[in-house]
């Protein structure tokens, strides 16, 4: 049984930083890619990073480039995005979520973390 674990969450003021993680159990976490969404107040769930398999190709929304840094460590099963720089728009919940060619991964999700950036 597939189980994400979302944990790091928390209120930080504009400017600040976070770092989340994303404990993944249920699957060979080292040949799947890891993605973090987030899904804001009344808005749709978007992509925010992904990762490869081996940690080597990171991709980012424009929205959040060279603020977030998503790493992963494939002893531990996890998966990391390390926020700087915060924004009131970067508040949501934040999911990760496996990805691979050919499987449907649309249904993996975990509770989520909130993030809240606040004066």
């Known amino acids: 049984q597939v189980q994400l674990m979302e944990s790091g969450g928390g209120l930080v003021q504009p400017g600040g930083s976070l770092r989340l993680s994303c404990a993944a159990s249920?699957?060979?976490?080292?040949?799947?890619?890891m993605t973090w969404y987030r899904q804001a107040p009344g808005k749709e769930r978007e992509l925010v990073a992904r990762?490869?398999?081996?940690?080597?190709?990171?991709n980012y929304a424009d929205s959040v480039k060279g603020r977030f840094i998503i790493s992963r460590d494939n002893a531990k099963n996890t998966v990391y995005l390390s926020m700087n720089s915060l924004e009131p728009d970067d508040t949501g919940v934040y999911f990760c979520?496996?990805?691979?060619?050919?499987?449907?991964?649309?249904?993996?999700w975990g509770q989520g973390t909130q993030v809240t950036v606040s004066s």
């Open positions: 990762i490869d398999s081996t940690g080597r190709r990171k």
């Open positions: 979520n496996p990805k691979r060619i050919g499987l449907d991964t649309s249904n993996l």
């Open positions: 249920g699957f060979l976490f080292s040949t799947f890619d």
